[in-house]
Antibody
């Protein structure tokens, strides 16, 4: 069974860069789209973007200027970088594997707080 | 972007009763050539990630109890819980995956007893 686990700092200062990694176990990272989705406290879900195992990416236009998602197939990991963060970027960040458009495998999520 | 609007925001249902959640998309998510609706439903319990319940608007994910069912086409969809159990208390989201990204979620419906 595929498992995903997010890792990274839980606290980031305003204007700095949020960096998270998702480690995939129980299956190969190949042949799938790997996605980051976030959820501000008490709010709904926002798609951030994806990386295909080839390295191809697509991002939410609302975040595109600040986001980079990359993949490391040798480590079965993919990563998220979000720069110039503000308090509005405080959220639980989930990594997920896309099926044919839906998300059938999720990490447990990691809370990232933006605060000085 | 396709906007997904769910109703109601909160739904109180007695144990054993039917729960009905609606989801409306700002444009069709029916793919004409495949005749498939590009819509999924998720359940999220506190402190947990969303769990996929239904895709293609009405196909139940493996292991999901058959009291959960999805229906609808085009722009209007419904998730029905036929007989609410205590473990079904959660927030439910619809998600469209039609056309180009970003694929978008509804704002969520909280189901309580």
């Amino acid at each position: 069974q595929v498992q995903l686990q997010e890792s990274g700092p839980g606290l980031v200062k305003p204007s700095e860069t949020l960096s998270l990694t998702c480690t995939v176990s129980g299956g190969s990272i190949s042949n799938y789209y790997w996605t980051w989705i976030r959820q501000p406290p008490g709010k709904g879900l926002e798609w951030i973007g994806y990386v295909y195992y080839t390295g191809a990416t697509d991002y939410n236009p609302s975040l595109k200027s600040r986001v980079t998602i990359s993949v490391d197939t040798s480590k079965n990991q993919f990563s998220l970088k979000l720069n110039s963060v503000t308090a509005a970027d405080t959220a639980v960040y989930y990594c997920a594997r896309e099926g044919n458009g839906w998300y059938n495998h999720w990490g447990q999520g990691t809370l990232v707080t933006v605060s000085s | 972007d396709i906007v997904m609007t769910q109703s109601p925001d909160t739904l109180a249902v007695s144990l054993g009763e039917r729960a009905t959640i609606n989801c409306k998309s700002s444009q069709t998510v029916l793919h004409s050539s495949s005749n498939r609706n590009f819509l999924a439903w998720y359940q999220q319990k506190p402190g947990q990630p969303p769990k996929l319940l239904i895709y293609w608007a009405s196909t139940r994910e493996s292991g999901v109890p058959d009291r959960f069912s999805g229906s609808g086409s085009g722009t209007d969809f419904t998730l029905t819980i036929s007989s609410l159990q205590a473990e079904d208390v959660a927030v439910y989201y619809c998600q469209q995956y039609y056309g180009s990204r970003p694929w978008t979620f509804g704002q969520g419906t909280k189901v309580e007893i």
